[in-house]
Nanobody, 124 residues
Framework: VQLQASGGGLVQAGGSLRLSCAAS????????LGWFRQAPGKEREFVAAIRRSGGSTYYEDSVKGRFTISRDHAENTVYLQMNRLKPEDTAVYYCAAGRPILSAVRSPNMYYHWGRGTQVTVSS
């Protein structure tokens, strides 16, 4: 499956962005989907994930209550709504597809399809 992320940009602290990730070339509904981010000089880290059914979601602690992951099976798209953005949210954001076991849903190693990434910059 091919993934294409979009929606990044420059926003002031406290603002909002919605990232989108469109999937093609595969069975979208058979994959769990995740968002990860990587800031300069840092390792790629988990942000959020949503299971195949869309019934279960998972978040990194620092984004809980501010970010919401969702998926639209009709549009083959996963979204990340980001509210109350902070400068420390600045990173390249990647969407990914895989079939991780529950205990490893936060591990980037469990996802084997990746989009190119979209830059999110939050100014203070």
């Amino acid at each position: 499956v091919q993934l294409q992320a979009s929606g990044g940009g420059l926003v002031q602290a406290g603002g909002s962005l919605r990232l989108s990730c469109a999937a093609s070339g595969g069975t979208f509904s058979s994959y769990d989907l995740g968002w990860f981010r990587q800031a300069p000089g840092k390792e790629r880290e988990f942000v959020a994930a949503i299971r195949r059914s869309g019934g279960s979601t998972y978040y990194e602690d620092s984004v809980k209550g501010r970010f919401t992951i969702s998926r639209d099976h009709a549009e083959n798209t996963v979204y990340l709504q980001m509210n109350r953005l902070k400068p420390e949210d600045t990173a390249v954001y990647y969407c990914a597809a895989g079939r991780p076991i529950l205990s490893a849903v936060r591990s980037p190693n469990m996802y084997y399809h990746w989009g190119r990434g979209t830059q999110v910059t939050v100014s203070s």
